[in-house]
C-alpha cells in the first residue's frame, strides 16, 4: 500500500471513529413547565410539573394530589429518565420528548406500570 492511500485510509478511520464517538444525541430541552396525566384505573391523575436542566441533569417538582413531590433524573437525546419521591416510596418515569409533549410510564411500585404523558401548557395557544 502507497504512503497516500495509507494516509487516507487513516484519515478515513479517524473521521469514522470521531463520528461514532459523537453520535450520542444532545439532550433535547425539557425546561419549563409540564402538565401531566397519569392513567389509572378509576380515572386519570393530573399533575403540574416543573422542570431546570443542566446539560442532561434535570431537577423539579411534581405539584399534585400529594403535594410537592421532588422529581431528578437525566435526560438523553429525547429520553427522560426520572424519579419522584414521596416519602420512603420511588416512582420510575420513563417517557420520550417530542418537541412539547413526551409520553412514556410511570412505574408505581413492583411491576405496576401506568401510562403517563406530559404537555407544554403553552403548547396549546401556538
Partial sequence: MKKSQMRN???????????L???GQAPVNVAGKWN?????PGGSVNEQWSIQQNGTSVAGTA????G?????????GAFLRVSVKDGSKEY????TVDGNQMDGSITLGVGEA????????DAAKK
Avoid: D, H
Avoid at 485510509?9 to 463520528?19: D, G, N, P
Avoid at 420510575?92 to 417517557?95: M, P, Q, S, T
Fill in 68 to 76: 410537592e413531590l421532588p422529581v431528578s433524573g437525566t435526560i438523553e
Fill in 92 to 95: 420510575k418515569v420513563r417517557a
Fill in 9 to 19: 485510509l487513516s484519515l478515513i478511520s479517524t473521521t469514522l471513529l470521531c463520528s
Fill in 63 to 66: 405539584k399534585g394530589e400529594r
Fill in 114 to 121: 401506568r401510562l403517563w404523558f406530559a404537555k407544554r401548557p
Fill in 36 to 40: 401531566v396525566t397519569v392513567r389509572m
Fill in 21 to 23: 464517538a459523537a453520535s
